[in-house]
């Protein structure tokens, strides 16, 4: 019975020891997991217009998506060609803060019926402020403008300007008194030598990493890009439409043009964004183009800020300023109003 016993025992000793030892490697394996997720970098921030143009890459209008550049970055814009055979022009719609490209009020709705009307429409997806980036650890759709980095140029070998066959050192003097000279150009290479080995070898070039653009300056060349744009298609004409925060970069891209070149100008429901550093008011005043002023009724606040804008156009003697009310019904009659009434605008000549 006491050897049973002790059979008994020893049997369940080493049935825990390898228990323990068997143990022992998944709890490794579980410690090199946790190292291993804290090494794994952290995913780039994807901002809204990242999401909305790798919504488009992934539906239907992904023919639509097309990818402009500035001389700083990349961005994304959707397309749509006038189906006309000959177009009246192309229309820039520029978004609102937080929408996008294909935004379902006033933006999406005019890209997409303004081409029937004889219009290219090129919406873009205007850069978003910092405090609107969001963090989202993966998606499946591959990377679109807004993600591709432009290196700086790399510097430029320098140019051997030399001709062949002819050296630094200093010519021999083949006179007959190169030799009493000789000793005291020696002497020289002498006690110089080494600074003038490392004064002769040329500096390391210095890449200058250029400050970061403003945000407002981040819209213009965007805009420009667009403008490029439309050249290569020989737009006979282009206009710049904006809904919201677009309206009041639109107006002030148009300002800042000579006026011989400054474009028509279509604002919607303007809005002002705190990065914005002249009022509406201003910038009406130093327009000299035409502008079309949409604005919703209904609103105190809203029909105020109409008023001063009107206001502003009579004392700047601005002739082709032309304010239209709309009113609030149903959304979808909503938007079919508005692209009656700014299909009425654009074909005035």
């Not at 002769?200 to 407002?216: F, G, K, N, S």
């Amino acid at each position: 019975m006491l050897t049973l016993y002790r059979l008994t025992c020893l049997i369940i000793s080493s049935l825990f020891i390898q228990l323990c030892l068997a143990q022992e490697p998944t709890s490794t394996n579980l410690v090199d997991t946790d190292s291993a997720k804290q090494e794994l970098p952290r995913s780039t921030p994807l901002t809204r217009n990242i999401l909305a143009a790798q919504a488009i890459q992934l539906g239907l209008d992904a023919q639509q998506l097309i990818t402009l550049s500035t001389a700083r970055e990349h961005f994304s814009a959707l397309f749509l060609a006038a189906n006309h055979a000959q177009p009246h022009g192309l229309v820039i719609l520029l978004p609102g803060i937080g929408e996008s490209f294909n935004w379902p009020t006033a933006i999406g709705p005019l890209r997409n019926k303004l081409p029937d009307a004889g219009w290219h429409t090129l919406s873009l997806n205007l850069p978003s402020p910092p405090e609107t980036e969001i963090d989202i650890p993966s998606i499946l759709a591959e990377p679109v403008a807004e993600q591709i980095i432009i290196e700086p140029p790399a510097p430029a070998a320098p140019i051997d300007t030399q001709e062949p066959g002819t050296s630094d050192l200093p010519e021999e003097n083949t006179t007959e008194e190169a030799p009493e000279e000789q000793p005291e150009v020696a002497e020289e290479v002498l006690t110089e030598g080494d600074d003038t080995t490392l004064a002769a070898e040329p500096a390391a070039p210095v890449i200058e990493t250029l400050p970061p653009l403003t945000y407002p300056e981040r819209i213009t060349s965007f805009l420009d890009a667009a403008f490029d744009y439309a050249k290569q298609l020989q737009a006979p004409e282009v206009i710049i439409l904006g809904h919201h925060e677009g309206a009041y970069w639109a107006l002030k891209y148009a300002a800042e043009q000579p006026p011989a070149a400054a474009p028509r100008v279509v604002l919607i429901a303007p809005r002002t964004h705190r990065q914005a550093s002249f009022a509406y008011e201003k910038l009406i005043e130093a327009n000299t183009s035409a502008i079309a002023d949409f604005y919703y009724k209904g609103d105190r606040v809203t029909e105020a800020a109409a008023k001063q804008r009107l206001q502003a156009s009579k004392r700047a003697g601005l002739e082709h300023y032309q304010q239209i009310g709309l009113t609030t019904a149903h959304p979808s009659i909503t938007q079919e109003h508005l692209f009656r009434r700014v299909k009425g605008w654009l074909n005035q000549r």
